[in-house]
């Protein structure tokens, strides 16, 4: 990977869904050789994915949260099952701390997270804290 690459990866960092020939015109390239350049470095595994980014509160979803989850067993697979399904659950981590995971919520109300959290008491006890602003 050369400097180049690194500009690539930015500009489709900052907007995914530019053409390969706009890709061309900054890099002083033709776009077939930014297509080479893009599909190395997804052979390579560093680009993993392409995604766009949604305004969630367009969509409805106006509550975010973050909760701590601390499990009851040593059996998680009913609850991993339940993170990779639940579509509000939007990010997961599997943590080294006092908690087990932490996880992000995006919702549309609170009645709707309260309904989230008795699915989850079922794994485990929580922490939630409902974010405020969005600081980034």
Known sequence: MD??????????IDNSNISYKEIGK???????AVGIRI????????????????????LGISLVAIAKIYMKS???QDFL??????????EAYKVTSDACYYIKIETT????????????????NYQVSICGQKIK
């Open 81 to 90: 099952h339940l993170l990779a399904n639940e579509t509000s659950i939007v």
């Open 39 to 58: 599909n190395n470095l997804i052979d390579q595994g560093i680009i993993e994915k392409f995604t766009i980014k949604v305004n969630s509160k367009r």
């Open 109 to 124: 109300s609170l009645e709707a997270l309260n309904n989230l959290m008795d699915r989850i008491s079922l794994y485990g």
């Open 26 to 32: 900054i890099t002083h390239m033709t776009g077939q």
């Open 74 to 76: 040593f059996k998680h």
């Open 3 to 12: 400097e180049t690459d690194l500009k690539i990866i930015n500009i489709l």
